[in-house]
């Protein structure tokens, strides 16, 4: 579960977030990624007022607190405190009044102060709450940027996948994760994957260990995250297997119910698996761009044999 404490220790320094009150309230769970500004609440209509929101307070609010008495402020605030109330935000370094400070404190509720405007503020906090509100799961593989492309590599434990994301970065491709690969759902159905803090950099390589790639290679072969363009599986070549040879059906998986390309890649020894990822990574952009291989041959092909029993014909 989300808490604001969470959404401090994260984002805490680039909001210019500055705690004023209810220290006790960190660990409140913030049950929605929603912001809102109280608005019509503080004119104590609080029929539509979303309690489990977390609340910005900007320069109109502030201002308006300011024209009324001391009693007249406790009266409007108090309806808009919640239990289910994550936390306060006040924008642009605004002095929170005394009654909201006091309010805050009595119910343990977080008070803070940011740096930036309002409007800023409530997109970035919204953006940073959809975030960590998005759909997520874990997988097992490696993730490379090849030819701009965001390539997933999976298979069995031992079928070369490390060793095959060595040879991409050697070829100047950049590594995202390896091993353990988080993937999140964005807006658009976009699937955004990343690695773990832990491992960031790092491959495990059976016969040699532990590598730190920026290290070996220089921080441009590595990056943060990227948007997961296609997915595939390494496996040992199976002889009773069945593989495609002609890739006129674009075969799919799901993750987190958006659907990827998919490519089976048996491997043997003889065939340069850096290179076969390479060229799927590069048929994906053609097809992309409106260019499919395998359907301009079978298109050429059935000409061909339209062709010559129109010739057998006459």
Same mark, same amino acid.
């Given at each position: 579960?989300?808490?604001? !404490?969470?959404?401090?220790?994260?984002?805490?320094?680039?909001?210019?977030?500055?705690?004023?009150?209810?220290?006790?309230?960190?660990?409140?769970?913030?049950?929605?990624?929603?912001?809102?500004?109280?608005?019509?609440?503080?004119?104590?209509?609080?029929?539509?007022?979303?309690?489990?929101?977390?609340?910005?307070?900007?320069?109109?609010?502030?201002?308006?607190?300011?024209?009324?008495?001391?009693?007249?402020?406790?009266?409007?605030?108090?309806?808009?405190?919640?239990?289910?109330?994550? !936390?306060?935000?006040?924008?642009?370094?605004?002095? &929170?009044?005394?009654?909201?400070?006091?309010?805050?404190?009595?119910?343990?509720? &977080?008070?803070?102060?940011?740096?930036?405007?309002?409007?800023?503020?409530?997109?970035?906090?919204?953006?940073?709450?959809?975030?960590?509100?998005?759909?997520?799961?874990?997988?097992?593989?490696?993730?490379?940027?090849?030819?701009?492309?965001?390539?997933?590599? $999976?298979?069995?434990?031992?079928?070369?996948?490390?060793?095959?994301?060595?040879?991409?970065?050697?070829?100047?491709?950049?590594?995202?994760?390896?091993?353990?690969?988080?993937?999140?759902?964005?807006?658009?159905?976009?699937?955004?994957?990343?690695?773990?803090?832990? *491992?960031?950099?790092?491959?495990?390589?059976?016969?040699?260990? @532990?590598?730190?790639?920026?290290?070996?290679?220089? @921080?441009?072969?590595?990056?943060?995250?990227?948007? =997961?363009?296609?997915?595939?599986?390494?496996?040992?070549?199976?002889?009773?297997?069945?593989?495609?040879?002609?890739?006129?059906?674009?075969? *799919?998986?799901?993750?987190?119910?958006?659907?990827? &390309?998919?490519?089976?890649?048996?491997?043997? &020894?003889?065939?340069?698996?850096?290179?076969?990822?390479?060229?799927?990574?590069?048929?994906?952009? =053609?097809? $992309?761009?409106?260019?499919?291989?395998?359907?301009?041959?079978?298109?050429?092909? =059935?000409?061909?044999?339209?062709?010559?029993?129109?010739?057998?014909?006459?």
């Amino acid at each position: 579960m989300y808490k604001v !404490a969470d959404l401090v220790a994260e984002h805490g320094e680039p909001l210019g977030l500055e705690l004023v009150a209810g220290k006790e309230g960190l660990k409140r769970k913030i049950l929605v990624p929603e912001v809102h500004r109280p608005g019509l609440g503080l004119a104590n209509f609080t029929k539509s007022h979303a309690v489990k929101r977390l609340l910005i307070f900007g320069k109109v609010e502030i201002e308006y607190l300011r024209d009324l008495t001391s009693e007249e402020r406790f009266y409007r605030l108090k309806p808009l405190l919640s239990p289910k109330t994550p !936390a306060i935000v006040v924008a642009r370094r605004y002095r &929170p009044p005394k009654e909201l400070v006091t309010l805050c404190e009595e119910n343990h509720l &977080p008070l803070f102060r940011g740096s930036m405007t309002t409007m800023k503020l409530l997109k970035k906090l919204t953006g940073h709450l959809s975030e960590a509100f998005a759909p997520s799961v874990s997988c097992h593989g490696s993730l490379l940027e090849v030819f701009g492309m965001g390539v997933l590599i $999976q298979g069995a434990s031992g079928v070369g996948k490390s060793e095959a994301a060595l040879g991409l970065i050697e070829r100047g491709h950049r590594l995202i994760s390896d091993d353990i690969v988080k993937i999140k759902r964005g807006e658009g159905n976009v699937l955004e994957g990343r690695g773990v803090e832990l *491992t960031r950099h790092h491959m495990e390589i059976r016969g040699i260990g @532990i590598i730190n790639v920026a290290n070996l290679y220089g @921080i441009v072969c590595v990056r943060e995250k990227i948007n =997961l363009d296609i997915v595939v599986k390494l496996e040992v070549w199976d002889d009773t297997h069945f593989y495609d040879r002609v890739g006129l059906e674009d075969k *799919t998986i799901d993750i987190l119910d958006s659907k990827l &390309p998919f490519h089976l890649l048996p491997v043997k &020894p003889g065939r340069d698996v850096v290179l076969l990822l390479e060229t799927i990574a590069l048929n994906h952009r =053609l097809k $992309q761009m409106g260019y499919h291989s395998a359907k301009e041959f079978s298109n050429k092909l =059935l000409k061909t044999i339209a062709r010559k029993k129109d010739g057998k014909k006459r």
